[in-house]
Structures are given as C-alpha cells and as structure tokens.
C-alpha cells in the first residue's frame, strides 16, 4: 500500500486545559484531554467548558484536541457516552480516543476517531482492520519494535501514533486484568490500581528463590529520544507523550524537548512537515532526566534487550550525583562535580528495597544541611537528585513563548489606509483606518522606519512579523496612535479568523462493506462488555463472542496480564538463550497473593496467571462526573 505524507505531530498529555494550553506553548502539535467521563485515567476529567476553553486555544495554532473516551462501556453507558461525544465535537474538539467498539454502533457527530492502544494494536491485520472500519488514527502497542512498525505501515495507510516518552505499563495495553481480579477496580474503566508497581518474589518450579523483595512487574519509564528518527522513517506519524496524571514541570519539560528533537528532523529531512503552525522560544533547557522518570529504556524498539525494569523501586531516584564523603553533625559532603541549591531533594537506596530522601535546607558548595539525615545514610553511599530546586523554579515561570509569523502590509486607500495580515498558514485580514487626510511626511526616511517599527510590534499577541512592506504612492505622516490601533485591530481580527478556520479533519468513512475481524472467536480478551460492542464484532463475521472480564464470569484462572517483558529473560534463564532450558511456569509471591508465570516462548510472552479474589465486587461502578475521568 502507498502511504501518504502524513505530517510529523507531536502529542502531548492534558489533565485539564490550562495543562494543555501550557503543551501548546511549549510545542504541542496536538494534545489529549479526558472529558466528564469514560476517560482511562481515573482523576484525569474536566467538563465540557473547559473542553472549549483548550480547543480555542489550541486552534489558533492549528493544533488540535483530542478528547479521551477510552473505556469499555455498560450497556446503560451507552448513551450518556454517545451525548458526551456530541459535546465534545460541539466544543471544538478534533478526535475522540475510543476503545469500545459499541460506540461505532452509535449516531457519533462527525467527528474524527481514533483507536486507543487499549484495543491493543499490534499487528498489520488488526491496524488494517481498525482503518477499514472508519478510525484514522491508530496507537500502536508500545512494545512494537521499528520493524514491526514499519511492518504495519507498509500494509496500512491509516495514521500511526506511538508513545515516544511515559511510564510503561508492563503488559499489553487492554489485556491486563490483575487490578480487577484483586481489587474490583479495572484498568479498562480507567481504575488501575497498579498491581505491576508492588514488590514480589519470584520462586521457580521446584520452589526456589530466583529473588525476592523486588518491583519484578514494574518497568522503567519509556525515552525514544534516540529513535525519533528512525520512527518517523518507519512509519510513525503521531510521537506521544504519555502523562494525564503528572505535574506541569513534566508536561513543559517533555514536550520542549521533543518538539526540539521533531524540529532538527523536520529542518534535516524535506520528506517531513510540521503539523501545526507557530515557532516556541524557551527560557529553560529542557533535560528529561529532572522530571519524574524511573529511569529509561527504549523498550522493545531496538528489539528485546536487558535492562528494562524499574525492579528496585517504582518510584522517581532522579540523576545520580556522587557519594557521600563524609557525615557530620547535621551535615554530609558530597563527592561531586554538580551545583546544588537550597530546596533540591536528594535520596539513596535505603538496603531494604526502599528508597529515602532528604530535602536540603542549605547547599554550601559540596556541604549540604539537610533538614534530617535519615539514620540509614551512611558514608560512600551513593547519592540521587530526584529534586533540582532551581529547574523546578525556572518552570512555575512562564518558561515559552509561541508566536506565529504573520507578513504585514500597509497600503493605501482612497480615505486613507489599509492593514493586511498574512500568516504563516495564508490565513489574511485587512483592517482600513477610520478617514483621515494625507499628510506628506516632514522626514520621509524617518518617517519609513517609524512605521516599519510600529507595525512591526506585536507585543503579547500570539504573533511575530515578518519584514514590513510598504505600498505607499510617497511617504506620509501616520500617528503612532493610529498605526498601533490599525495593528492591534488586525491582530485581533487574524487571531479571531485562525480559530474560525481551523480545518477540522473530517470522519473516515468506513468500507462499504463490513472487513472481516482478524478473529471469528473473541474470548474474555476482546473486552465486549455491551450489546452494542457484541453487534459490532457480529457484524464484522465475530461467531463466538464471551463477555469481557469486567462482567464476572470466569471463575477459574485465566491469564490477568499479556506482556513481553519475561523474568526467565531477564533472569537469564530463557530457554532461547540457554541450553537444556525448559520454559516451566514460575511463581510471583506478595505476602499471601500468589500468581502463577506461564511462558509462551513461541509467541515471546509471559502470562500472569491469577483468578478473581472472594469478596471483589464487580467493577461496575458508576458513571463519572466532571471531577473524573
């Protein structure tokens, strides 16, 4: 299949619109945003105000909204589902983020929609599948490597999003069940409790410890930083930060460095666009290891490799800075070339597991006052900065500036004169000045470069100028006054007619013909939780359709995760890599929870074999309000 030239877009996450608007002015391309409810991060809502709010924002920049409705869904949902979907697109938005198959079922305004990774997308068929049945966007598995990736995009056509910096969850996008089976709250209603962050024991089949007391689940965080690339060449089009649920300095931080890293590929490579308008300046430079990382890995897309697990803590160590030299009465020393600063946060890995941290009241060169030591510090332990005071203070300024480059004209009329404004999309306005006589200028070169100068200012208006024409029949006298409200009318007028233009991109019609589903059985798996979703994949040649794992009906045990990361690798015990190897199941042990590994070694997949607890209610729960998401 030919693939067209989809412009490079860089995504980026909104827990409510002033987040989103601070990604727009730190580069965003498009941002993500969840609505009154049905969106998959729990605490991550707003209402549909502030919906509006963040599209009128985005769209002077011809970015775009993308409104998260990625839940599976009751059948008494439905329709409270649908009439948010209508609000959504009423207030601006571009897209709707959809797992639930049911919707598609729906009378959905004609707004754009893609497919959440939780439909979990990982191959060719499924992609192909997803196009054919009217998505135009497709988020792909964050376990696909850049083969894989372009796999997918030489047989697809549709657009292909990718998380290219985040948290990693470890199994399968919408295959993950273990919250649910343990505490009734379901990933695939937005309630994760996290299960993969816990420490556990790993003992094999004969009862042996392999390890114990370590975060075996949890992963590092996800840094393509190396692979934009590389991405961009296999096929990648959306580059997507995950993150509805972290704070700003994250969000600013993130989204500067990856729209610096999308903008030298875009100057280097012609065959790539840029897929908004306006250019960001930053008072900052942005480094992503100060904001909340457990660490990076690139994951699977160089394909499997070490090292890709948080295992000794899931929670934010930050940059190693040097080893403590010596311990004093309230104070320590720090061997180390880095600056430190009153208020930075520093922690060690307490021996057990753990993590401690210190806040530093005072930094004298090397000499830190922390405001307690904790008994476990001792000297030569290694130290990490997990709180860098000063870069933390440079983002809770204003820390960019977007501006959209416009070419100002000022021309003559027969009352008087005219303003154009051009911008960088050839949107254009022009604003006449109220009657007023010609007056020749005194000093006609002077006279000039005033005016150059004056309509040049455009002050904190989202736009910059570019050189100034003048199509004057001879130099005349302008009042300043006059030439700055002909400016700031044009100005208000150009930002008005961008929002009132923004090209919203149109629904894909589906095949005229229903595609086949890649599969004519879905198990528990498929995540059909309405009669709607059953309709849709009965149209599409489903024969045997069992309900999602949220209606409660297996009983026994069943895979709770899917996911590619596998301990015997890790522990070097992979049958594929040792000799004489057999892939037995093993066991991961929390307090009295136990759960069973089973490894597919064809496939390259471990299973995380569980049941649901006694005593769990089913996650029914109820629909959320705007406080949620």
């Known amino acids: 299949m030919t693939r067209p030239n989809h412009p490079l877009e860089l995504l980026a996450p909104a827990r409510n619109a002033d987040f989103g608007i601070e990604a727009i002015k730190h580069g965003a391309d498009a941002v993500y945003i969840g609505g009154p409810a049905f969106g998959a991060r729990y605490g991550a809502g707003n209402d549909v105000a502030e919906i509006r709010r963040l599209c009128d924002f985005a769209h002077r920049y011809r970015a775009r909204v993308f409104v998260a409705l990625n839940t599976i869904l009751r059948d008494d949902e439905?329709?409270?589902?649908?009439?948010?979907?209508?609000?959504?697109w009423e207030a601006g938005a571009d897209a709707l983020i959809v797992q639930d198959m049911g919707l598609l079922e729906m009378d959905l305004p004609p707004i754009q929609l893609h497919a959440s990774?939780?439909?979990?997308?990982?191959?060719?068929?499924?992609?192909?599948?997803?196009?054919?049945?009217?998505f135009s966007q497709v988020v792909l598995a964050r376990e696909l490597s850049l083969n894989e990736i372009l796999m997918i995009s030489s047989q697809t056509t549709v657009t292909l999003e990718y998380f290219v910096h985040g948290a990693l969850c470890v199994a399968y996008s919408g295959q993950c069940y273990i919250s649910h089976a343990h505490t009734g709250r379901s990933a695939n209603r937005g309630e994760c409790s996290q299960a993969c962050r816990l420490p556990y024991t790993l003992v094999d089949d004969k009862g042996k410890t392999i390890t114990e007391n370590q975060h075996l689940l949890s992963m590092k965080d996800n840094n393509q930083t190396g692979n934009i690339l590389a991405l961009a060449q296999a096929?990648?089009?959306s580059f997507k930060i995950e993150g509805r649920l972290k704070d700003l300095s994250y969000v600013k931080n993130i989204t500067a460095h990856y729209r610096i890293l999308?903008?030298?590929?875009?100057?280097?490579?012609?065959?790539?666009?840029?897929?908004?308008?306006?250019k960001s300046a930053y008072t900052f430079e942005p480094q992503p290891d100060k904001t909340f990382n457990r660490g990076y890995t690139d994951y699977f897309a160089n394909d499997r490799q070490d090292d890709i697990g948080a295992f000794d803590s899931p929670a934010f160590v930050g940059e190693q800075i040097g080893d403590v030299a010596e311990i004093g009465d309230a104070w320590?020393?720090?061997?180390?070339?880095?600056t430190f600063h009153n208020g930075d946060g520093v922690c060690f890995h307490d021996g057990h597991g753990g993590i401690s941290g210190m806040r530093i009241n005072r930094a004298e060169g090397n000499k830190l006052f922390p405001a307690e030591i904790p008994a476990e510090l001792s000297e030569g332990a290694t130290l990490f900065r997990n709180r860098d005071q000063e870069f933390e203070r440079a983002l809770e300024k204003d820390s960019a500036d977007r501006r959209v480059a416009v070419r100002p004209l000022l021309s003559e009329t027969a009352a008087g004169f005219r303003l154009t404004l051009t911008d960088e999309d050839g949107v254009s306005v022009a604003v006449d000045t109220p009657e007023m006589a010609k007056t020749p200028?005194?000093?006609?070169?002077?006279?000039?470069?005033?005016?150059r100068d004056n309509l040049g200012k455009f002050g904190n208006t989202m736009f910059v100028a570019g050189p100034v024409q003048l199509e004057?029949?001879?130099?005349?006298f302008l009042p300043v006054a006059a030439v700055n409200a002909l400016r700031r009318e044009a100005a208000e007028k150009l930002q008005a007619a961008r929002i009132a233009t923004h090209p919203r991109p149109p629904r894909a019609a589906p095949a005229a013909e229903p595609h086949p589903y890649p599969q004519e059985e879905l198990t528990y798996l498929g995540n059909v939780f309405n009669a709607r979703a059953r309709q849709f994949y009965e149209r599409h040649g489903v024969r045997l359709i069992e309900d999602a794992y949220e209606a409660g009906n297996e009983k026994g045990l069943v895979s709770l995760m899917i996911t590619r990361h596998c301990l015997r690798y890790s522990f070097n015990l992979c049958p594929k890599e040792v000799k004489h190897l057999k892939p037995d199941p093993m066991s991961l042990i929390n307090g009295n929870e136990k759960l069973i590994l089973r490894f597919d070694c064809k496939a390259c997949e471990?299973?995380?074999?569980?049941?649901?607890?006694?005593?769990?209610?089913?996650?029914l729960g109820t629909v959320r309000t705007e406080t949620c998401g």
């Open 78 to 88: 439905l329709e409270h589902a649908r009439r948010l979907a209508w609000q959504s």
């Open 441 to 451: 200028a005194e000093n006609p070169e002077r006279a000039l470069a005033t005016l």
């Open 472 to 476: 004057l029949s001879q130099p005349w």
């Open 262 to 278: 999308l903008d030298a590929v875009i100057a280097a490579h012609p065959e790539f666009t840029r897929a908004s308008s306006g």
């Open 606 to 619: 471990m299973h995380v074999i569980g049941k649901m607890k006694k005593g769990v209610k089913l996650s």
């Open 332 to 338: 320590l020393v720090v061997n180390s070339d880095q």
């Open 235 to 237: 096929g990648v089009s």
């Open 117 to 134: 990774t939780q439909t979990d997308n990982r191959s060719p068929e499924k992609i192909r599948f997803l196009e054919d049945a009217g």
